[in-house]
């Protein structure tokens, strides 16, 4: 049973998101900069199973998605994971779900960033080192910040903005790979089962599909989440997974040498457009992670705003502003936050802590779904079967879980004692 004393906070912020923007939070937070770069790798562990294996792996992921459909049509507040699990085992467990994915997103954030400014020295050179670098990280994180404090509509449309930058070049990049070449719609050559690695290529291409989940984080601003909840998560796992398999097909099709091509879907593009080709796939890289990173931006200071409302971290992050209706105060403490990583490069050491962190936060929703599902609203959207995809979800979890090496697990147990600490020095206070 959910404890008395977690009942929910009506939140402070107006509900203004309809299906459209929740699918934007969504799909940003699948599609960053992974697909750059996956294709070659993909490649050298797959061949030509590779666009198959993108399938597959949606279908993998299929049940934990449809999990988080169901838990996110069942709460009507924000926090996302956080709320789920409060909501099973408490204001404790909660926070430390929060906290961990909190500390995940920021430090995606600041790796994504970096990518950003490799990207935008191909077109402005002097970015990505020595001081320019510091006043880009700078200009890029306020910019970003500002977008999302002048207003939920403002920055759902530069969202969008930025997903028809990314998603338009990659769609035309995928229709022309298929057809530029006689024997280009044909299904690439299958090498021998004991030449693939099945479990590597799996391992890699499961993370063009995770992220969905901190467009999950604002659901108390959404205004039909029983209903738009479900409809954004199932639409962007089926974009994602046809634009990915057909995008790996043509460059198997298209780039005789993709194992060692360090940047694939530039390679693509110069094939078959030329120097415009590569220019306008750079482009879409700049527009994908910048995409990536307004999402995080909206969502993730969702986190520290419910966490204030709660009464679990000091009340100034819980302030919104009487203006635009938006928490200014979480937007620029997770902004400072993400440009120090970024600025100091101390995100690298936890990077390997992500997909741990990210993998115990789906195993904590999971469990969660029954006591999610007895206080959900009569019509929100659940799951038929009863325990099957649950249970499959837990399964793919746990599987992948099998990969992760000691010193990330170690670095993980580090990482939610510090919130435990947290999480005391809070309610003391």
């Known amino acids: 049973m959910t404890p008395a004393n977690d009942s929910p906070t009506p939140s402070s912020l107006p509900r203004t998101l309809g299906v459209f923007g929740l699918w934007l939070l969504v799909l940003n937070g699948m599609i960053g900069a992974g697909i750059f770069g996956i294709p070659a790798e993909g490649a050298r562990l797959a061949a030509g199973w590779s666009p198959w294996l993108f399938l597959a792996t949606a279908v993998l992921i299929a049940p934990v998605m449809l999990c988080f459909a169901a838990l996110s049509s069942a709460t009507l507040e924000s926090g996302g994971p956080a709320r789920y699990v409060q909501i099973a085992f408490g204001r ?30 191909y077109f402005i050179p002097g970015v990505a080192e020595g001081a320019g670098r510091m006043l880009a990280l700078a200009a890029l994180v306020t910019l970003l910040a500002l977008l999302n404090i002048i207003g939920v509509r403002r920055a759902m449309q530069s969202l969008a903005a930025l997903t028809a930058g990314k998603l338009l070049p990659l769609l035309a990049l995928a229709v022309l790979g298929l057809f530029a070449l006689p024997d280009a719609g044909q299904p690439p050559p299958l090498p021998a089962l004991g030449e693939v690695s099945f479990g590597a290529a799996l391992l890699l291409m ?37 634009l990915y398999a057909v995008l790996q097909w043509a460059c198997i099709a298209l780039l005789p040498n993709l194992p060692e091509t360090q940047r694939p879907l530039v390679a693509l593009g110069q094939q ?66 993400c440009w120090a990583l970024a600025a100091s490069g101390s995100f690298v050491w936890l990077a390997s802590l992500s997909v741990l962190t990210r993998l115990l936060i789906y195993l904590g929703c999971i469990a969660a779904m029954p006591a999610v599902a007895r206080q959900a609203p009569a019509d929100a959207w659940r799951l038929s079967g009863g325990p099957v995809v ?35 020095l809070a309610r003391r206070g």
């Open 390 to 424: 649950p249970v499959l979800a837990a399964l793919f979890c746990i599987g992948l879980l099998t990969q992760v090496s000691l010193q990330s697990v170690l670095a993980t147990a580090a990482l939610l004692a510090a919130g435990t600490v947290l999480y005391w």
């Open 92 to 121: 404790q467990a909660g926070f430390q779900a929060g906290w961990a994915m909190y500390i995940a997103r920021m430090t995606a954030f600041a790796a994504n960033l970096n990518l950003l400014l490799a990207a935008l020295a």
């Open 206 to 242: 499961i993370y063009a599909y995770v992220g969905f989940e901190s467009g999950l984080i604002p659901g108390g601003e959404a205004r039909a989440p029983q209903r738009d909840m479900p409809r954004a998560l199932l639409a962007s796992l089926a974009v994602c997974a046809v």
């Open 272 to 337: 078959l457009l030329g120097p415009f080709g590569a220019t306008l796939i750079l482009a879409a890289i700049v527009m994908s992670v910048g995409g990536n990173l307004l999402g995080s931006m909206f969502s993730v200071p969702r986190i520290t705003h419910a966490f204030a409302e709660q009464r679990l971290v000091p009340g100034v992050f819980g302030v919104v502003s009487g203006r635009f209706r938006t928490p200014w105060f979480s937007v620029l403490a997770y902004a400072f936050l």
